[in-house]
């Protein structure tokens, strides 16, 4: 048995006790086909805190295959058991809940120490394979997931393919976490390297936001609604702003975050991802070309607002101390690992263009910070302004409509717009009309990783980025990344306190073009 995308869409008729299948007609299901994913950097965080979290939710849901195996790989020399006691711990509290379920998941994880620079250790990972297809009955399938370090990707593909791993394009897989290089430059190096060892098809770049429901959700919202696309542009939106703010610090990451900063960590996947979706033409169908191709055009027509002097569109900073007496936070140079003269970013916020017939002269702000007042992802598009005020407004100064896309938390969309107050005026006031995932469907969407290792599973590449659509990503930054490298002090770190939204200098950066960042 081999994989193809279109292979899994297996179409079955509905219950015909609670529906009528001649008005229904027929549902598709998506089935993984019998396999073993093969996790390398399986002792890391990533590992227990996601992967295994999100693969034993799928198990639970019963959408994986009984012929399945995950063979956990990291160069410590775990047994089998080892790495059963480890992710039992990691899932503790599911466990708790459902004891049965871990006792059948607990069968399909195995462990084998690999070190992806030892030829020898790739000798013994294959006949691990093999002898797990054996007793698990995975027909030669498997999906391996890099979920080490970064330098380890170019030589952990060729390291699979030297070992005859990647050679059935329809037997493997490779899935890449981000980010996927450090610069234009890198990150092509390293796609030519990864299209040496496999198929573009094989090829899975990660971005988990793309696996988020909400965001999957402004698609839906655009493509499966005629209300919004005809005005879904230049001529009726004013601005858009892309936030994705979180309350955490840096955590115990320093040692990856200090040589990645915000602009690498979040701009330039996830945030870069947002606004793609946002701003892409519409496909001609629901296919993972049409959808990526229109991506990857949308980044290639991106403009940082200021391509001469790109300091005046951009705004880095630092978190410093903050909180509350009771619960005082330490400042980002004081965090452990993180050097006291450090010049890394944990805060950006910019102005980007996008140059085509849809967005021209509409400004797309971006910003994203660690330790700031609130966790929100959000985007927001403002309309123009009523051509003619003929009502005063309650509050004094008149607001534009806006649609917000909630992306986390309290998923959802608002659309703000503007009602008469109630009295014997005629003062308009704005109000806000409020959809919410949690009270229209009653249960909570599964975590972005669920979404995307089913889908690597499926080898449906729509959520996952295409070569081009990385490079152009990086090509969008590199004048920011050029100054941070050579002229750092054309691009100085702000402090902001702990708990606040970013420096003043970010709300300088709006104000500029008579503009306030959403502060919900
Ligand atoms: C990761 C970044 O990709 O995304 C982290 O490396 C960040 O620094 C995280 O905290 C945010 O993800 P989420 O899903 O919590 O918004």
């Keep these: 048995m081999s994989w193809s995308y279109k292979n899994h869409l297996r179409t079955s008729s509905m219950s015909k006790a609670i529906t009528n299948p001649l008005r229904i007609g027929l549902r598709q299901e998506r089935v993984i086909s019998p396999q073993c994913l093969v996790i390398f950097g399986a002792s890391g965080d990533l590992t227990h805190r996601k992967l295994v979290p999100a693969l034993f939710e799928l198990f639970k849901q019963r959408r994986l295959p009984s012929e399945f195996a995950i063979l956990g790989c990291a160069r410590r020399p775990w047994s089998d058991e080892d790495f059963r006691q480890k992710m039992q711990n990691s899932l503790k509290e599911v466990i708790q809940e459902d004891p049965t379920t871990w006792e059948h998941f607990v069968q399909c994880l195995f462990y084998e120490p690999v070190d992806l620079q030892k030829q020898e250790d790739l000798v013994s990972l294959s006949k691990r394979l093999e002898e797990i297809d054996k007793i698990r009955a995975t027909h030669n399938n498997r999906t391996f997931y890099l979920s080490v370090s970064p330098k380890f990707y170019a030589g952990g593909c060729k390291a699979l393919s030297n070992a005859g ?76 702003q892309i936030t994705a703010a979180e309350t955490v610090g840096v955590e115990d990451r320093a040692g990856y975050y200090e040589s990645s900063g915000a602009l690498r960590d979040m701009v330039q996947n996830h945030l870069t991802q947002m606004l793609a979706i946002t701003a892409m033409e519409p496909p001609g169908h629901f296919d993972p070309e049409a959808i990526r191709n229109e991506k990857a055009k949308v980044l290639k027509s991106s403009r940082l607002a200021n391509e001469i002097e790109p300091w005046k569109c951009c705004i880095r900073g630092q978190y410093a101390g903050g909180g509350s007496q009771s619960h005082p936070l330490i400042g980002y140079r004081e965090e452990p690992g993180v050097s006291p003269n450090s010049s890394t970013e944990t805060y950006v916020a910019m102005k980007v263009f996008i140059e085509n017939w849809r967005w021209q002269g509409v400004p797309f702000y971006i910003r994203t910070g660690k330790r700031l007042a609130k966790r929100l992802s959000e985007v927001v598009l403002t309309f123009r302004e009523a051509p003619v005020h003929l009502f005063d407004t309650a509050g004094g100064t008149p607001t534009s409509n806006q649609l917000i896309l909630r992306i986390q938390p309290n998923e959802g969309a608002i659309f703000k717009f503007e009602v008469k107050s109630p009295g014997s005026g005629m003062k308009s006031r704005p109000v806000e009309m409020n959809f919410s995932y949690d009270q229209s469907f009653g249960e909570p969407s599964d975590e972005g990783y669920v979404r995307l290792l089913a889908d690597a599973m499926l080898g449906d590449p729509t959520l996952f980025t295409r070569s081009d659509e990385v490079e152009a990503a990086w090509k969008l930054y590199t004048p920011l990344l050029q100054i941070i490298e050579n002229n750092p002090r054309d691009l100085p770190i702000y402090p902001y306190e702990s708990r606040t939204w970013g420096p003043e200098a970010a709300d300088a950066l709006l104000a500029k073009d008579h503009l306030l960042w959403r502060r919900p």
């Design 165 to 240: 791993l990647l050679k059935d394009p329809k037997r493997s897989r490779v899935v890449i976490e981000k980010p996927f290089g450090r610069d234009f430059r890198s990150a092509q190096n390293l796609n030519q390297i990864v299209q040496n060892c496999a198929k573009e098809s094989q090829i899975f770049r990660i971005d988990h936001y793309l696996g988020k429901e909400t965001v999957q959700n402004i698609l839906v919202l655009r493509f499966a609604n005629t209300i919004f696309e005809p005005i879904w542009n230049r001529n009726f939106i004013s601005s858009v």
